[in-house]
């Protein structure tokens, strides 16, 4: 006890480089702290982009790739799914709902997505949270369209505003889909997931804006007008891709089977938490090399930290020596240097942990806005006290390194320092 | 060398004795000392007279337990201290030596009156004895109203002292809790002529009132009248230099 109140009093007589080692190590556990937050919520920001739903049907493809472009809308389909098969697929007993999915359309940059209404009722994200309007509602209006709230946000839509859709990704001029106008029907809360950027319309709409085109063909061959689209009969013959929700857990698998043996066309199902946790290594690779960035500035700190004790100990030498004369054991010495690490160790995990929760609650709501990416203020994890504890006992052990020399010191000096 | 005895008026009732003493720093050190007998009664004061390199901080040094002899014993209080385990010493120290060092005696960041306890917190002994007449802290205020040092002075930093001062507040923590024997390394070298006079003035009371012992080390043989025993460091040890370059 008396060893830590020498060590505090010490270390606050000098208190412009004591301070200076604590805020280095503050900022870095802040750094550390913070990478780790934003490691488990980008992970569960992404691991939470799809829930309640049970599989993910497209054409045979990888799993990771049926995800990429059916739920973040990355990279294309290989090829379309028939409604006969999905018609087979929402035959089976086990199946409660399917919606159909098809893309390739794009608005300024955004992916354009054919679906049904009841995929506003289906769609769930983290926690099986459903899709909800800011303002207006699903398609009514063959032409209506359903935009995500950055779209919304970004591009300044509001309700009835009229919007053109590009056919393709949009590189071609030309190839617009400028005879059939939408306009916006309803715009959703934010969600922080990729529905944010996609600009939803129904199956029939899709099916009408391609009257006239060829796949083969950037350009359409004929003009058809809204009007005459109306007309008539829009039943698309294949989609992308397609949601299914099952009765019961145990209808996945069952289901999943059913799907992946189909034989009149072949087909893939997957379970998207699977798919997920897959994609999930893949881009894991970046939140070790994180980690390790931020463990590395955990360490640079504490070395300066030893530096620092480390050059003022020639100053302290008769500090030390004054210590022994009145009856201090050497290994009190000792512990005296281990003791100043532990305290600016102490104060600098504890600081940085404040800085980080002080920083957090205020720019946690601005980073969900921007980049959908959900930030726990929550007490510590485990892993987080398990880490901090080993930061500390890392201090601690650095510290041995001038104590040992203080230590040496107090022996060679004897009763006189040599100045 | 001529054996040297100090206490001829106690024999046998020795505070410290040196015996047959080797040092040497380490095994190809350049330096050692040797040193026949030294014996110091109670309550008696020596001057020690040694030019630098004469071997009088390692001296002290042996005489504190800080560093150990190859061979001979080191007595304090009748317990040779040269048994003693590490920490054994240690405590010896706390509980019977005071060290008054040439200068710089305080820890910079504690106050004054918290210089003169720290002592106190290594020895119990000294802790009780600084409390027969109350608590430490009024004892440590008795001590620091004797040796000049007001009372407003008391809870500031050192720094904010004079050298005079500090070497005052130095006798302070030296004698606090009675200890046996006070070692002064130089304590005066600092200190002009005036100040000199009032510190060895206030040192005598003190180590007087309590019955302490005194080894004072100087090169300035004009304080060396007052003592019981004036010695020359270099009648009592040998030393050799070798040059090992």
């Not at chain 1, 944010?196 to 319309?201: A, E, L, Q, S």
């Not at chain 1, 010191?409 to 320092?417: E, F, I, K, N, R």
Request: proline residues 3%; hydrophobic residues 45%.
């Amino acid at each position: 006890m008396t060893t830590l109140i020498l060590a505090w009093r010490s270390l606050a007589s000098r208190r412009t480089t004591a301070l200076l080692s604590i805020i280095a190590i503050a900022v870095s556990i802040s750094l550390f702290v913070g990478v780790e937050r934003i490691r488990i919520g980008a992970k569960s920001s992404f691991t939470s982009t799809i829930s309640g739903t049970d599989l993910i049907v497209g054409a045979r493809a990888g799993n990771v790739q049926l995800l990429l472009y059916s739920v973040f809308r990355i990279g294309n389909a290989t090829s379309n799914i028939s409604m006969n098969s999905l018609e087979a697929v929402k035959a089976q007993s086990d199946v409660a709902w399917v919606v159909p999915i098809s893309l390739g359309d794009s608005h300024r940059g955004y992916r354009v997505m054919g679906t049904t209404r009841e995929y506003f009722k289906y769609y769930r994200y983290r926690n099986k949270q459903p899709l909800k309007f800011t303002e207006g509602q699903d398609f009514y209006d063959l032409f209506d369209v359903v935009v995500g709230a950055e779209i919304a946000e970004k591009l300044g839509y509001e309700m009835g505003t009229e919007i053109i859709v590009s056919h393709g990704i949009g590189a071609i001029d030309g190839a617009a889909h400028d005879n059939m106008p939408f306009k916006v029907s309803g715009i959703l809360q934010r969600t922080g997931t990729p529905v944010d950027r996609t600009v939803h319309i129904s199956l029939e709409a899709l099916e009408a804006i391609h009257i006239g085109w060829d796949s083969n063909n950037p350009i359409p061959i004929t003009e058809v007008s809204a009007d005459l689209a109306r007309t008539l009969d829009l039943k698309p013959d294949s989609v992308t891709a397609a949601l299914v929700g099952t009765k019961s857990r145990f209808g996945i698998f069952k289901t999943q089977r059913f799907i992946n043996q189909f034989k009149q066309e072949p087909l893939t199902a997957v379970l998207p938490g699977v798919a997920l946790q897959e994609l999930w290594t893949i881009i894991g690779v970046v939140e070790t090399a994180l980690s390790a960035v931020s463990a590395m500035v955990v360490l640079t700190a504490l070395l300066g930290m030893v530096t620092m004790t480390l050059s003022t100990l020639n100053e302290r030498r008769q500090e030390l020596a004054i210590l022994r004369s009145v009856g201090a054991h050497k290994t009190t010495i000792f512990l005296l240097l281990i003791s100043e690490a532990a305290l600016l160790s102490a104060s600098g995990i504890l600081l940085g942990v404040g800085l980080l929760y002080a920083l957090l609650f205020f720019i946690h709501p601005w980073i969900e806005q921007s980049y959908g990416l959900y930030l726990m203020i929550s007490r510590p994890s485990l892993y987080e006290l398990k880490s901090l504890s080993a930061i500390f006992l890392t201090a601690c052990a650095v510290g041995i390194i001038p104590a040992f020399r203080a230590y040496r010191h107090s022996l060679a000096d004897g009763m006189s320092v040599q100045r | 060398m001529a054996e040297i005895k100090l206490a001829q008026h106690n024999k046998g009732n020795f505070l410290l004795t040196l015996e047959k003493i080797q040092f040497c720093w380490s095994k190809n050190a350049s330096f050692n000392l040797s040193l026949d007998s030294l014996r110091l009664g109670v309550g008696e004061k020596v001057f020690l007279e040694g030019p630098s390199g004469s071997g009088k901080s390692t001296l002290l040094s042996l005489i504190c337990g800080i560093i150990r002899p190859d061979r001979g014993s080191i007595c304090i209080d009748g317990i040779d201290i040269v048994k003693l385990g590490a920490g054994q010493v240690d405590r010896l120290r706390a509980d019977k030596l005071g060290v008054i060092f040439q200068q710089f005696n305080l820890l910079p960041y504690g106050s004054v009156i918290q210089n003169v306890l720290l002592p106190l917190q290594f020895s119990q002994r000294r802790q009780k004895q600084a409390s027969a007449f109350g608590t430490p802290r009024e004892e440590a205020r008795r001590l620091l109203q004797r040796l000049g040092i007001s009372t407003d002075l008391h809870e500031q930093k050192v720094a904010q002292l004079s050298i005079g001062q500090q070497q005052r507040v130095a006798v302070g923590r030296a004698i606090i809790g009675d200890p046996q024997l006070i070692i002064a390394d130089e304590p005066t070298s600092a200190l002009d002529h005036d100040s000199r006079d009032q510190f060895l003035t206030l040192l005598f009371e003190e180590t007087a009132r309590v019955n302490a012992g005194l080894i004072l080390v100087s090169h300035d043989r004009s304080l060396a009248s007052d003592f019981d025993h004036q010695l020359d460091i270099r009648e009592i040890v040998r030393t050799s230099s070798r040059n090992i370059l």
